[in-house]
């Protein structure tokens, strides 16, 4: 079965720090994975897509993920985080079928 | 892509009425979705909506608490039926505009409080 994980349910960092939140995925066939991002009191917004073309993604806002295989990962990660960057970030994967299965979610804190 | 609003954005209701959440597409979208975002949780589909076809719901949630209306290709209806304080929530529309895996585009959400 397809599932996401995403390791740690907050992240905190000081501004102008790296920013690094974990996803990985489990599925019997190269998904196709996004990072979505949920800025307080709207709904999600696509910040980047992996779809099996380069393995390292750029997205909006700075953002980028790489598609590992061998470690079922698709990290995002910006190296620079600005105090804009807090909100709650969603891993997620599709096989192809009808369904995106969405990770848990990671809020991300940034410090000034 | 697709931008989609959502009426009404939010809304604090009594237990045991119905509230109808409309979703409005600018372009003409086979595949829509709503999910449900709990306090704090991350997304739960709750069915899928196509134009033409009956709702297909997932495990855990029914037509009769949540009949779904898609009466064309940018429109579409959820309501939440007989409400309780756990019915609590953030409801997404979504739509996938494109063939396959591709990108998914939600709404603002409408955000229900009941008392």
């Known amino acids: 079965a397809q599932s996401v994980t995403q390791l740690g349910s907050h992240v905190s960092v000081s501004e102008g720090a790296l920013v690094l939140l974990r996803c990985n995925y489990s599925?019997?066939?190269?998904?196709?994975l996004f990072w979505y991002v949920q800025y307080p009191n709207q709904g999600l917004q696509l910040l980047l897509k992996y779809t099996s073309a380069a393995t390292l993604v750029k997205g909006i806002n700075g953002f980028e993920a790489e598609f590992k295989k061998s470690e079922t990962s698709f990290h995002l990660t910006k190296p620079s985080a600005h105090m804009s960057d807090a909100a709650e970030y969603f891993c997620a994967a599709n096989t192809g079928g009808f369904k995106t299965i969405f990770g848990a979610g990671t809020r991300l804190f940034v410090k000034a | 892509s697709a931008v989609i609003s959502q009426k009404p954005s939010r809304d604090i209701c009594q237990r045991g009425t119905s509230l109808t959440i409309q979703c409005q597409v600018d372009?003409?979208?086979?595949?829509m979705f709503w999910y449900r975002q709990q306090p704090g949780q991350s997304l739960t589909l709750i069915a899928t909506a196509n134009q033409g076809s009956e709702a297909t719901y997932e495990s855990g949630f029914v037509i009769d608490k949540f009949p779904i209306s898609r009466p064309n290709l940018t429109f579409s209806t959820l309501t939440v039926s007989n409400m309780s304080p756990e019915d609590s929530s953030i409801y997404l529309c979504?739509?996938?505009?494109?063939?396959?895996?591709?990108?998914?585009?939600f709404g603002p959400g409408t955000r229900l409080t009941v008392l």
């Open positions: 979504s739509v996938r505009p494109g063939q396959g895996a591709d990108t998914q585009y």
């Open positions: 599925s019997s066939v190269p998904p196709y």
């Open positions: 372009s003409q979208v086979t595949m």
